[in-house]
């Protein structure tokens, strides 16, 4: 089908994500993608810095990826998990428990991001309820938190900042504290604590698990707070008796420098979700690790944990991510996220005193430009576009995760092309 006619139909029929459906932004059609390139209908190549949405870590058309797929695929794409199991499943789930922080030994395989931390929220209640402990429904999180689109997950986003307010009267009210103050790369400051620990210390009774990104909050504001603070909320859940959930499934598998952004802090949560990169980008997938403390709680007199999606445990899913892990096991990622930060570093740090701009800051294969009012997103993105890069701003920031892969010349590209916009000041 012509270029033209394809991108109408797809105006006409299709609701793409956080847009219009009667007025939406502009689409691109997408004809191929190999490394850090995405290839467009009119033959124009855009080099990525988005990973997709932060899921592909190894690039496009990876030959390991893609074999992985093949080979599953010519022996079945899928069975229920009801009842049945197989190679590709058990092997991710040992894989990801030898990665994993200390203590999280048991995985439940769940279909999207969202969807895993929907089930570490059902087994923190199912968890106190299975150990004869009424009451303890609510969740404790920090403003400026973002965990997916399902209504559990909405219920722990930013209520009044982040992009659910809408559905704030239907959602369940959970209690929050302030963002986390502390900057990475400051000194910490222990009383960035006390709003939420005087919450915990409240509401304990209450208060099932507490929820964070750790390290950095994804699309809640791209923000980076200090490590420290996380061994302080460790500390607080096990002095009142509450669970902690990690929600690993932006900073999982090597952005942040680390493995997982809780390593920055040396802590281990509960339960931790993990997606986006799990397959490399390559269909979705997603996991929530328990420890084994958890895994009996939720099970113990008898009790079934009561959530089973359709496609868990996909086995086409789980042998791309598989390899994928095998990939990363190698270690290679480390130089290179080490390589990209340097790059973004020497791009982007220097914007800061750009007229319009209230902060840059980087940290690992992670580059963010926080404006000082929200951007022109058709705009700028018509203008990346003509400069050879794919870059999707939202809000107020002007973002860069670019593939593990991409070189110092498509670090170069990607940062080049944010300057030029905040010079021309497309960004006001």
């Known amino acids: 089908m012509e270029s033209e006619k394809l991108l109408a139909l797809d105006r006409e029929l299709l609701w793409h994500p956080y847009t219009s459906m009667t007025n939406p932004l502009k689409c691109r059609q997408v004809v191929g993608a190999r490394g850090t390139r995405l290839k467009l209908a009119d033959g124009r190549e855009l080099v990525d810095g988005m990973s997709s949405w932060w899921c592909a870590i190894h690039g496009y058309n990876h030959p390991r990826l893609n074999a992985a797929a093949k080979r599953q695929i010519d022996a079945f794409s899928h069975v229920m998990f009801g009842g049945l199991t197989h190679e590709p499943a058990v092997m991710l789930g040992q894989k990801l428990v030898r990665m994993a922080p200390k203590g999280l030994e048991r995985v439940f395989l769940a279909d999207s991001g969202s969807v895993s931390v929907e089930v570490a929220l059902k087994m923190a ?23 997916g689109d399902t209504f559990g997950a909405m219920s722990v986003c930013d209520p009044v900042n982040g992009m659910h307010h809408l559905f704030r009267g239907s959602l369940q009210e959970q209690f929050f504290a302030p963002r986390p103050a502390c900057r990475f790369d400051s000194p910490f400051d222990p009383e960035s604590l006390a709003p939420i620990r005087e919450l915990a210390e409240k509401n304990r009774r209450r208060i099932a698990a507490l929820i964070i990104e750790p390290v950095v909050q994804g699309a809640g504001g791209m923000w980076f707070y200090h490590p420290e603070y996380l061994k302080g909320l460790r500390e607080i859940c096990d002095e009142l008796g509450i669970l902690l959930i990690f929600d690993e499934i932006a900073t999982g598998f090597g952005r942040t420098k680390k493995l997982f952004a809780s390593q920055w802090a040396g802590v281990s949560p509960d339960i931790m979700c993990v997606g986006k990169a799990l397959t490399g980008g390559y269909m979705t997938l997603a996991a929530t690790l328990a420890t084994k403390e958890v895994a009996e709680g939720v099970s113990s007199g008898g009790g079934v944990f009561m959530h089973g999606p359709t496609f868990m445990g996909n086995p086409l899913a789980c042998a791309v991510a598989l390899e994928s892990l095998e990939i990363l096991g190698e270690g290679k990622w480390e130089g290179d996220v080490a390589r990209i930060e340097k790059g973004l570093r020497d791009g982007l740090l220097p914007l800061k005193g750009c007229e319009g701009v209230a902060d840059a800051r980087v940290l690992g294969a992670i580059g963010v430009i926080e404006t000082q009012k929200p951007v022109n997103l058709e705009a700028l993105q018509d203008f990346f576009v003509e400069k050879g890069v794919w870059i999707r701003p939202f809000s107020n920031l002007v973002y860069l995760m670019p593939p593990f892969m991409a070189s110092e010349e498509d670090i170069g590209a990607l940062t080049g092309a944010v300057g030029e916009a905040l010079s021309r000041g497309l960004h006001l």
Do not use: D, F, S
């Open 125 to 147: 209640i199912q968890y106190w309820r299975g150990r004869g402990i009424n009451g303890k429904n609510a969740l404790l999180t920090v403003r400026g938190g973002y965990h």
